[in-house]
């Protein structure tokens, strides 16, 4: 497992583009692009935007510490999103972004916590599905 993680990592860097990596659904119930739109805005269950920006007029600050997610459905199919999401260090093990579906290796969790991720599977499939639908780049 270690292995594969490295080898992703080492092709990512490589080129930017992540060629065939990405993760099958965690779930059978389709991702509610709805429900995933709420969690991304939402400032205690996602926090996405304490780091990354995006066209939500109705958030007033937003993050500059990671790529707006503006156009994001068009750079990344939904297995990438997923992947990224679950767990970012898969792609990237310097990342600063927290793994919302995984609780290997974590550092400095609370009791309460631990063991715990911090989305859901469905909640993980809702955002998937809304991520997916930002095809579109505002010129
Ligand atoms: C603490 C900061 C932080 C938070 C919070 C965060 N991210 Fe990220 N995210 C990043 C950074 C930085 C990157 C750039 C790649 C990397 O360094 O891993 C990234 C990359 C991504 C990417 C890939 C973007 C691309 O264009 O390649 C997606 C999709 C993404 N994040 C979605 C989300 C969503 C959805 C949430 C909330 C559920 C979220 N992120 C929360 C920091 C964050």
Redesign the pocket.
């Known amino acids: 497992m270690r292995r594969v993680v490295a080898a992703a990592a080492a092709i990512c860097a490589a080129g930017g583009v992540c060629a065939g990596e990405g993760m099958p659904p965690l779930t059978s119930t389709p991702g509610d692009p709805e429900r995933g739109r709420a969690?991304?805005i939402d400032r205690e269950t996602?926090?996405?935007l304490?780091?990354?920006s995006g066209p939500f007029p109705e958030v007033t600050f937003q993050?500059d510490?990671?790529?707006s997610?503006e156009g994001?459905g068009a750079?990344?199919d939904a297995a990438a999103?997923r992947l990224?999401?679950v767990d970012?260090r898969r792609?990237?093990p310097?990342?600063?972004?927290?793994p919302?579906h995984s609780t290997d290796n974590l550092n400095r969790v609370g009791a309460e916590w631990r063991g715990k991720p911090i989305?859901s599977a469905q909640q993980i499939e809702d955002?998937v599905a809304f991520?997916a639908t930002m095809t579109e780049v505002a010129q």
């Not at 310097?94 to 927290?98: E, R, V």
């Open positions: 969690i991304v996602g926090l996405c304490l780091c990354h993050g510490l990671a790529p997610l994001v750079r990344l999103l990224r999401l970012s792609v990237n310097d990342t600063i972004m927290p919302y989305l955002v991520l």
